[in-house]
Every structure is written in C-alpha cells, then in structure tokens.
C-alpha cells in the first residue's frame, strides 16, 4: 500500500523560498497513470489545489500560483517536491502531498494522501 | 478556473438521518467530480470519484449523482463516524478546484 510522507521546514521567513519534499513508499512513483499533487489548507478553511507532476516530468499548476511555484519529481529517489518563491503571511497552511490516479471513465481522483505538514510564514 | 459551490456550507442532523449535500460547478465538468471526506486533524479521504463509484472500502450508504453542473452526495443513514466535513472536487479541467466544504454536525 502506497505511503506519503512530507518533510521540509515548518518556518519559513517572508519572501523567502517555501520548499517540501514528499517521499512514496510502498510503490514506485514511476506510474504511467499516476500524478502526483500537492494541496494546501490554511488553519480553518477550505482545500486549495496547487499542482501536480508526472513521473515524465509533466506538470500542471494553480495559474494564481504558477509564477511562484515549481513542483519536480526525482524518480531515483521516489520523491517529488514543491518550491514556492517570495512567500508572504497568506502562504501560511498545512500542506498535503497526494497522489492521483487516473481512471479512464471517471477521470483522475486523488486517493491516497499524506498526513500533511504544517509551515507557516513569518517574519 | 472553474467555480465549485457547495450547500448548504454547515448542516446539523441526527444519527440514521437521510442528507445531501450538494455541489454545483461553474460550467459543465461532465461526470468527473469527486468527493472527500475530513475528519479533524486528519487527511481528506476519497470516498466517490467519477459522480458515483464507490471508493474501495466506503460503506454503501454514501452515494453520489449528477452530471454536467449539479451534483449531489447522500449518505442514507446518518452514523455517528459521518459527522465530518465533505468536498467536493472537480476534475474536468486544470486548476482542480474544491468546492469550500460542508461540515456535517450532530443535532
């Protein structure tokens, strides 16, 4: 059964760069029908999708995100990553590694989910 | 982007309860609409993808319908480890936006 864990600091300084790590287990990231995302949830509030990478190296971006943001995968390690640039206080949540899968007929779902981590941004 | 809404946004019921919980997109996302269930301190967890099929292992009085705008989640009686909040979230086009979430509370 497939594991995430995300890892990465839970401080980061206004304007600096915010940078995770999710690590896979249990399966290989290498997965021709598989995404895998990253999700955020400020303290009280709702699911924001922030985008997501394919082993091959394909990403897809929150467009209110994306000038900020790069999402990679390392297959050699079964990782994949986020890295926000020039954060400010509204960054601040807990973050959530996932991965996707895709089914023919009913599209992608996210199914399997990390347990999160939580950064928050401050001067 | 696509606009997910869902109501009512709280809703207070009783244990073998009948509920629905709607969710309305923007513009059509045909079928492809999921829903997720959280519990405090925990992960979202998948419980209908596709408007209708079943997660493995979700019991089966969550179900779930629609197409194009509208869609609904019911859960057909209410048991006490439901008392969560629900998402739904819309997988037609990029970004993949959740809807804000119905927090589902014990009367």
């Known amino acids: 059964q497939v594991q995430l864990q995300e890892s990465g600091p839970g401080l980061v300084k206004t304007s600096q760069t915010l940078s995770l790590t999710c690590t896979v287990s249990?399966?290989?990231?290498?997965?021709?029908?598989?995404?895998w995302s990253w999700i955020r949830q400020p303290a009280g509030k709702g699911l924001e999708w922030i985008g997501r990478?394919?082993?091959?190296?394909?990403?897809n971006y929150n467009p209110s995100l994306k000038s900020r943001l790069t999402i990679s995968v390392d297959t050699s390690k079964n990782q994949f990553s986020l890295n926000l640039r020039s954060v400010t206080a509204t960054d601040t949540a807990l973050y959530y590694c996932?991965?996707?899968?895709?089914?023919?007929?009913?599209?992608?779902?996210?199914?399997?989910w990390g347990q999160g981590t939580l950064v928050a941004v401050s001067s | 982007d696509i606009q997910m809404t869902q109501s009512p946004s709280s809703l207070s019921a009783s244990v073998r309860d009948r509920v629905t919980i709607t969710c309305r997109a923007s513009q059509s996302i045909r079928r492809y609409l999921n829903w997720y269930q959280q519990k405090p301190g925990k992960a979202p967890k998948l419980l209908i993808y596709?408007?209708?099929s079943l997660q493995g292992g979700v019991p089966s009085r969550f179900a779930g319908s629609g197409s194009g705008t509208d869609f609904t989640l019911t859960i057909s009686s209410l048991q006490p480890e439901d008392f969560a909040t629900y998402f739904c979230?819309?997988?037609?086009?990029?970004?993949?936006?959740f809807g804000q979430g119905t927090k589902l509370e014990i009367k």
């Open positions: 596709g408007t209708s």
């Open positions: 979230q819309q997988s037609d086009s990029s970004p993949y936006t």
């Open positions: 996932a991965r996707d899968t895709l089914n023919i007929l009913t599209g992608y779902y996210t199914d399997t």
């Open positions: 990478v394919h082993s091959s190296g394909t990403t």
């Open positions: 249990g399966g290989s990231i290498n997965s021709g029908n598989h995404y």
